[in-house]
């Protein structure tokens, strides 16, 4: 039986998604999905490990928990790093299709859980699995009313001292959900970040 570890769970989620690949060209927001991806994916500093890529979403691990202040550096960063490529869209934007005009509404918010996990090994690939998996997939589906923002489970130790950063702001919050029941949190809204933001440099 595969051993089980108390794992990180973090999981970048691109908001708007739906709505975008919906009432755009297929081509160019495939191409513009898989390059957020790929930015989400090549920002991490901590050494998070990526599971599975889930459409609009990235299922990443570590088997180690890191600081609260840390988690919350790597979110601000993959933020940024997100919009700064979004805002070349519309200052470099040489072609008019939908896609290309509608990618600024495109935007990011973040699940953080831990718990006990198992990896099932399927040939080359490493899968994940167990209980705390599938809440982290559930807390995507929450009653928080903005679209950019970090949620932190009660299954994070936050130390609150050790986040020095200004723009934090720590909102409690709650939702109930079959099998678990209520489920508390914190979330952190993202919007503020959007004033730091400036457009990446052409490649």
């Given at each position: 039986m595969a051993e089980k570890k108390f794992t990180l769970l973090f999981i970048p989620d691109i908001s708007g998604f739906t709505d975008f690949v919906n009432r755009t060209e297929i081509n160019h927001s495939r191409h513009i999905i898989s390059e957020l991806l790929?930015?989400?994916?090549?920002?991490?500093?901590?050494?998070?490990?990526?599971?599975?890529?889930?459409?609009?979403?990235?299922?990443?691990?570590?088997?180690?928990?890191?600081?609260?202040?840390?988690?919350?550096?790597?979110?601000?960063?993959?933020?940024?790093?997100f919009h700064s490529h979004l805002k070349r869209y519309d200052t470099e934007r040489i072609c008019r299709c939908g896609a290309c005009e509608k990618a600024s509404d495109l935007s990011l918010k973040f699940i953080i859980h831990a718990g006990q996990v198992e990896k099932i090994k399927i040939k080359d690939?490493?899968?994940?699995?167990?209980?705390?998996?599938?809440?982290?997939?559930?807390?995507?589906?929450?009653?928080?009313?903005?679209?950019?923002?970090?949620?932190?489970?009660?299954?994070?130790?936050?130390?609150?001292?050790?986040l020095d950063m200004e723009w934090i702001k720590m909102n409690p919050g709650a939702d109930t959900y079959e099998i678990f029941g209520e489920t508390?949190?914190?979330?952190?809204?993202?919007?503020?970040?959007?004033?730091?933001?400036?457009?990446a440099k052409p490649i």
């Open positions: 790929e930015i989400i994916i090549d920002s991490d500093i901590l050494g998070i490990k990526v599971s599975e890529i889930e459409g609009d979403a990235v299922l990443c691990y570590k088997d180690s928990i890191p600081a609260t202040s840390e988690l919350i550096k790597q979110c601000e960063l993959t933020f940024k790093k690939h490493e899968k994940l699995h167990g209980s705390d998996v599938i809440l982290a997939h559930r807390l995507m589906k929450n009653s928080i009313e903005n679209s950019e923002y970090i949620l932190i489970s009660k299954a994070i130790d936050i130390a609150p001292e050790s508390k949190y914190i979330h952190i809204p993202l919007q503020s970040l959007h004033s730091d933001i400036l457009p």
